[in-house]
């Protein structure tokens, strides 16, 4: 059956739909970053951790190394605790993060 509400919000989104949209790239980028991580040594990630520090230090936004920081924890919970962050914990991590 035909649904004219349907139609109208395949143009028209709402703002929880943009700001979904807007965390699902983030994830995506969180997602790719995941095999350059597992390739770390346990020794790299104080260092990766650092250079987080240093980079809002010298200006950066905590939306610019958001994906690393999260690729980074998801990671280190996978080799610590051998649990694995599903991607709607990493929405839910960038909605408490954000703006």
Known sequence: MFNPLN???KFIKSSNQKELDRIGKIVE???LLEEDFKNLNDDDFP???SEFK????NGKS???ILPEAFALVREAAKRTRNERH???QLIGGCSL???
């Open 47 to 49: 260092k990766k951790t």
């Open 62 to 64: 905590l939306d610019d």
């Open 54 to 57: 240093n980079q809002i230090k």
């Open 86 to 88: 599903f991607n709607v």
């Open 7 to 9: 139609l109208i919000t």
């Open 29 to 31: 980028k969180i997602n």
């Open 97 to 99: 993060t954000s703006r």
